[in-house]
């Protein structure tokens, strides 16, 4: 049997797919796609996210409010989210966070938002997908005060870090950062952590791995991020493709076996 794979973090509703998404998402079962959790940054691109799940079985989706967007939040968005978590094919809250790298939007915007997104989460028992870029401690510090379930995304803290996630109980997702010449850090972690507290994802069209880096990123490139875990972790790659399906499953409380859709309904 082919292998197989469940990308646990892409953005097809962003416009780099406009002009052939529907090609690409066609083709993803062929290549062993079985599963992809689409994630929303703003109550807009969250309601595309979620009518995406209705075309497409194998895609389900994650309504939230990025903290980049979070500047351009308007009163009664928090509310569209939650209006959209009663879809049986939404799955997580996410993807939210703190991004202080660009300060596009100030930190205490960020901050209340965020919080009023976890607290949101548990009231409704749904995981989180978290962003954190160079904001670790406030980022630490609402997690340790709220606990949800989860993923945080596209790791890019150190191995003690990431322990300190896993014992609060949450997954660690990678991307093709992990194949990256200079990814230090991402290569430790991902060889240090619980095997079942791993997740792997594109966070497409950002973050193509070797060979690809640089160019769209898609469900397609899966495979060298997995291979890449693998190998750090002296494992063959089909298990490492089968835990981490698993593992996926598990986080986002989704029923298995998968639907392994072999186009759109």
């Not at 409704?124 to 949800?148: K, N």
Request: charged share 25%; proline share 6%; net charge negative.
């Amino acid at each position: 049997m082919a292998m197989q794979y469940f990308d646990s973090h892409a953005h097809y509703n962003d416009a780099a797919f406009d002009a052939d998404r529907e090609e690409i998402l066609a083709r993803l079962p062929d290549a062993g796609v079985v599963g992809v959790v689409n994630v929303g940054c703003s109550a807009a691109s969250s309601e595309d996210a979620v009518r995406l799940t209705q075309r497409w079985p194998y895609f389900y989706a994650a309504v939230g409010i990025h903290p980049e967007d979070a500047a351009q939040a308007a009163e009664g968005d928090l509310d569209r989210i939650a209006s959209l978590t009663s879809n049986e094919k939404v799955v997580a809250i996410g993807e939210i966070g703190l991004d202080y790298h660009f300060e596009a939007c100030p930190r205490e915007t960020q901050l209340r938002i965020f919080e009023a997104q976890l607290a949101l989460a548990n009231r409704l028992g749904l995981p989180v997908i978290i962003h954190d870029r160079e904001a670790h401690g406030d980022t630490m510090e609402l997690l340790r005060r709220y606990r949800p379930r989860g993923v945080m995304h596209c790791f890019s803290g150190s191995p003690e870090m990431a322990a300190q996630l896993v014992r609060l109980g949450l997954y660690i997702g990678f991307t093709g950062v992990v194949t990256f010449k200079n990814a230090r850090k991402a290569t430790e972690t991902a060889a240090a952590l619980p095997f079942d507290r791993i997740l792997i994802e594109t966070d497409c069209p950002y973050m193509a791995p070797e060979p690809f880096r640089g160019r769209r990123c898609d469900s397609t490139m899966l495979p060298r991020t997995l291979e890449r875990i693998a190998l750090l972790r002296g494992i063959e790659p089909e298990a490492a493709a089968e835990q981490f399906i698993a593992n996926t499953a598990f986080c986002f409380g989704i029923k298995t076996p998968l639907p392994g859709a072999s186009g759109s309904n």
